[in-house]
C-alpha cells in the first residue's frame, strides 16, 4: 500500500489499475476474497468495466433474467405487488374504461355466437 493525503485523509492508499491512479481504500469496495480486504479496481472503474460487460453480452443477460423470473415467479409477484396497486390507484378511471371496453367486447362476440 502506498501513503497518501486527499482531504485530510492519511489511510494507505491502494493504486487501481484500470486508472493507473493512486485512490483512498474508501474508494474501494469490499471483497473478502482479498487479503487487503478490497476489490482490486476501484469504484468508479469496476462501474464502468459492469457497464460495457453489461452492452457487450445484453442478450445473455436479458436470458438470464427472463429465466430467473421464470423460476421465481411468485416472488416477483410479490415485490411487485404494491407498486401495481399504486399504478392502480393513479390510474384508477383508466382501469374502469378498460373494464367497460372488455366487457362491451365480450358482450357483442357472445351475441354474434348465438346468432
Not at 469496476?46 to 438470464?64: C, I, P, Q, V
Not at 399504486?86 to 351475441?111: D, F, L
Request: with cysteine; charged share 45%; aromatic share 6%.
Amino acid at each position: 500500500m502506498i501513503e497518501h493525503v486527499i482531504g485530510g485523509c492519511v489511510c494507505p492508499g491502494k493504486r487501481c489499475p484500470g486508472c493507473e491512479q493512486v485512490k483512498c481504500c474508501g474508494a474501494f469496495n469490499r471483497s473478502l476474497l482479498r487479503l487487503d480486504g478490497l476489490q482490486v479496481y476501484c469504484r468508479e472503474c469496476s462501474r464502468e468495466k459492469k457497464r460495457e460487460d453489461r452492452s457487450k453480452h445484453r442478450d445473455r443477460a436479458r436470458e438470464e433474467n427472463k429465466r430467473w423470473r421464470q423460476n421465481h415467479r411468485e416472488y416477483e409477484r410479490e415485490r411487485k405487488k404494491p407498486y401495481i396497486r399504486m399504478y392502480q390507484e393513479k390510474n384508477r378511471e383508466k382501469y374502469r374504461e378498460q373494464s367497460r371496453a372488455e366487457r362491451t367486447m365480450r358482450r357483442i362476440e357472445t351475441n354474434t355466437e348465438n346468432r
